[in-house]
């Protein structure tokens, strides 16, 4: 199956340049065994709506062995499955079924940290000088008994947690739960690459590396600068988390990442037609690293930063400055954009609250994702509409949003259950009778059962307009030319060889205007969009979109 599987990939080595990637999130996408949560068989047996959406890859979030204390993302065994998701004969199944459907399958690999349950920290801590004595971030006190320095955990407090065993600090990041590797240590890199290979010889085709800027720390271990009041935001931490506080130039973003990047791209490289996106989560230098990380040839293939997950509302003038921040700061790199994943309120919810019309609105965000210059990732659901669900305290289980309650209810809404048919238990997620996240009745009314079939649905339109997209391959690895932002009209240029497809948007909810450009422009079909034009005078409605083409 991989070797067959590989030789197929091996005929386009950059087949990631310009995908379109689905996100998975696990324990949310189906269950197969009626436990209230998600797992690989319940995703091996979607995956046709993957297909028929027009995906090129799959992207999930991890499953890997862990106590779920941030549900995956704190790993206690890299090379195997959880029993809650199955087994790597699952896993090898899905494998299997998304290489005969031609979807590629990338996983998320998480790191910059593990589980304080892992085999390595449990030796770690046990002394100061067992064999794994250092494979972690570990420091004395200052002699008040105080944390090493001042660095803060994203999730609240300071990223320092005492150990009694040891009578030292450990590092941590994210929760306490979940310590810092020291990646300056040879053997812990060499023990991470291990594992990338594991699962590139069980035939995965990328990863997805989370929180990619984290993976070093500065070994002198000094203090954060503050960050003045002026330039802080909320584009990777909510504004209520004193994290934003500081400019993080010691606790990450450190330039020793940079040749350890070069190390993991080279056992990409013993393998054909393998690809990685890196999580950039930086509020200031975001795509100024992104630049760093994906420059040269050998580094990543691509990463993204946070300015389109980030609350700022989107409008016409704020597309055109993030390509062009992009493309200045990241002359020789290539982004994946997303407007939602599985760490932020969803998009339509994010930024179309006063919406009235939410699924004419969520077919143009759409339209104007897949027009980027970029790959991008679609988070499952988003081919719905789904809004974000809202979840009361007593349901939530995400740590991140039980600390910052109720200013910040954290990402359990936008992590419930995907709804596939209306009429069954659970919306056909689960036969439980009880899911591990609440399924929202308004999900419900959206599932896909409701819109498959519907010409007017957000999901016949995503499908109608990835086919569209597949045509004219210029949207996959063209050119990004912007014209002048005219209040709510957005409007560029994709160009590839001969190709020239001009895309005009209308962000608003009254209808617009836009003028053609001059040239010998051919109205383009097929798109899903409703348009008029006399002379070169184009009429947009609420929400509307036009495409034409020369070349």
């Known amino acids: 199956m991989t070797a067959v599987s590989q030789s197929v990939l091996a005929q386009d080595k950059d087949w990631w340049r310009g995908a379109v990637i689905y996100q998975i999130y696990p324990r949310s996408y189906q269950d197969s065994n ?17 297909a028929r ?10 499953f890997f062995t862990s106590p779920m204390k941030d549900f995956g993302y704190d790993v206690s065994n890299y090379i195997d499955v959880d029993p809650m998701f199955g087994s790597l004969s699952d896993f090898d199944g899905l494998i299997a079924e998304a290489h005969r459907l031609g979807i590629k399958v990338m996983i998320d690999l998480v790191i910059s940290h593990t589980s304080d349950q892992h085999a390595w920290f449990v030796e770690s801590r046990s002394s100061r000088i067992n064999p794994k004595s250092d494979w972690y971030v570990w420091s004395d006190a200052k002699p008040d008994g105080t944390p090493p320095n001042n660095w803060l955990s994203i999730f609240g407090g300071s990223a320092w947690q005492w150990d009694p065993t040891r009578m030292q600090y450990f590092m941590h990041n994210f929760l306490t739960s979940q310590p810092d590797l020291n990646l300056h240590n040879p053997q812990v890199q060499d023990a991470v690459l291990d594992a990338v290979r594991f699962w590139l010889k069980r035939g995965v085709d990328g990863f997805r590396l989370d929180t990619i ?3 070093f720390h500065d070994k002198e271990l000094r203090d954060n600068p503050a960050l003045a009041p002026e330039r802080r935001n909320a584009a990777t931490a909510p504004a209520v988390n004193p994290y934003n506080f500081q400019e993080h130039i010691y606790d990450k973003n450190r330039p ?19 690809a990685a996106v890196g999580e950039v989560g930086d509020s200031q230098r975001g795509l100024e690293i992104v630049g760093e990380y994906t420059s040269g040839g050998d580094k990543m293939q691509m990463c993204y930063a946070f300015e389109f997950l980030a609350p700022d509302v989107l409008t016409a003038e704020r597309v055109g400055e993030v390509q062009k921040a992009f493309a200045a700061a990241a002359a020789e790199g290539w982004a994946c954009w997303a407007f939602s994943n599985h760490d932020v309120v969803r998009h339509v919810s994010r ?35 789904l809004t974000e669900a809202d979840i009361a305290f007593e349901d939530l289980q ?23 048919d209306a009429r069954a238990m659970q919306a056909g997620f689960s036969s439980a009778e009880k899911t591990w996240l609440p399924i929202p009745v308004e999900h419900v009314l959206n599932a896909v059962s409701v819109q498959e079939g519907n010409p007017d649905s957000v999901l016949e339109q995503y499908r109608r307009f990835l086919a569209f997209r597949k045509q004219h391959e210029a949207f996959a690895k063209g050119d990004i030319v912007f014209q002048p932002a005219d209040g709510s009209i957005l409007a560029y240029t994709r160009s590839l060889g001969n190709e020239t497809v001009l895309c005009i948007f209308n962000m608003s909810a009254v209808e617009g205007e836009a003028t053609l450009p001059q040239g010998d422009w051919q109205e383009l079909s097929g798109h899903g969009f409703a348009s008029s034009i006399d002379n070169q005078n184009i009429r947009l409605p609420a929400w509307g979109a036009y495409f034409a083409r020369h070349g």
């Open 34 to 50: 009626g436990d209230g949560i998600g797992d690989l068989k319940g995703i091996t047996a979607r995956l046709p709506h993957i």
């Open 53 to 62: 959406l027009g995906a090129d890859a799959i992207w999930i979030s991890p």
């Open 213 to 215: 800027n984290f993976y």
């Open 256 to 274: 020793e990442n940079l040749e350890f990047l070069k190390r993991f791209r080279a056992v990409l490289d013993e393998f054909p037609a393998i």
């Open 351 to 385: 930024w179309g609250a006063d919406v009235v019309d939410r699924i004419a609105y969520a077919k143009l965000l759409a339209a104007i994702l897949l027009t980027q210059r970029g790959s991008v990732c679609i988070y499952q659901g988003e081919e719905l509409g």
């Open 398 to 420: 995400d740590p991140y949003g039980i600390q910052f309650w109720p200013e910040f209810k954290g990402r359990d809404g936008c992590r419930t259950p995907m709804v596939w």
